[in-house]
Structures are given as C-alpha cells and as structure tokens.
C-alpha cells in the first residue's frame, strides 16, 4: 500500500486534509469492502501517528479507556481516495486487511515536513507539532 498525505498549516494546528492510498491486492472482488478496508487503515494508523501513546508509572499503564487513548477524532478525519492498483498476475487474489496502518506514519511525517520544514521521528507526532 501506497500513501500520500496532505496537511495544512495554520495557527489551529496541522490538519490532514485529504489522502490517496493505492493497494496492489490483485483482483478486488468486493470493491465497496475494499475501500472501507483502506479509510479504516487509513484513519488508524493516522490517529495513532498523531497522538496515541501508552504510559507507563510504577509497572502499570496509565491509560484506562478509549477516554485516555484518543485516535483521530471524526472531525480530522482527511477525505480518503482509493485504488485499486493490479500488478498481481490474473487470478492472484490477495487481502487487504491492515497494510494500510504502517504507512499512514510516514507519510503524515513527510507531508508535516513538506508544510513546516520541521521532521517529526517519533510518536505520537502532537508531542512536536499541533493539531487542528
């Protein structure tokens, strides 16, 4: 799975404005799953590359909740295109299920850098930059 991510840069903070994923999966029999499979990855590596994090104090997580480990809130959520890219041979079919988390950080990374100049290395991101 391909991504490219693009932010804005206001004074509010760092918005995802919309993402293109491309996934090479081989015959995509079920197209309306498919793109639903992609936006989930999409909005879940996302959220946990701009503010999920567990800690720890005294051996024990910090974190109770959903209310403590806050993904990506529906309002940030970017427009998301998706396609299907075929470089399978015919009748190889392949799943989609969570290749597109692993690279929702690194592209967030780049198109921040991109906007502001500043690198961002390590998450969760909203230690370094803001988000609107």
């Not at 760092?14 to 936006?39: H, M, S, T, Y």
């Not at 989930?40 to 480990?69: D, K, P, R």
């Not at 799943?95 to 502001?116: D, H, K, R, S, Y």
């Amino acid at each position: 799975v391909g991504l490219v991510v693009e932010v804005s840069n206001s004074p509010a903070g760092i918005r995802i404005e919309q993402v293109w994923a491309a996934a090479d999966v081989g015959p995509v029999l079920d197209p309306v799953n498919f793109e639903n499979l992609v936006q989930g990855g999409v909005v879940w590596g996302l959220g946990h590359a701009m503010n999920c994090e567990i800690t720890y104090a005294g051996g024990q997580v910090q974190q109770s909740n959903f209310h403590q480990f806050t993904g990506m809130r529906m309002n940030q959520c970017p427009a998301i295109h998706v396609q299907a890219v075929s470089g399978t041979p015919a009748g190889r079919i392949h799943g989609i299920g969570e290749p597109p988390v692993p690279p929702a950080a690194p592209a967030l990374a780049n198109a921040i850098f991109a906007a502001t100049g500043q690198r961002v290395r390590e998450m969760p991101f909203a230690r370094h930059v803001g988000f609107a």
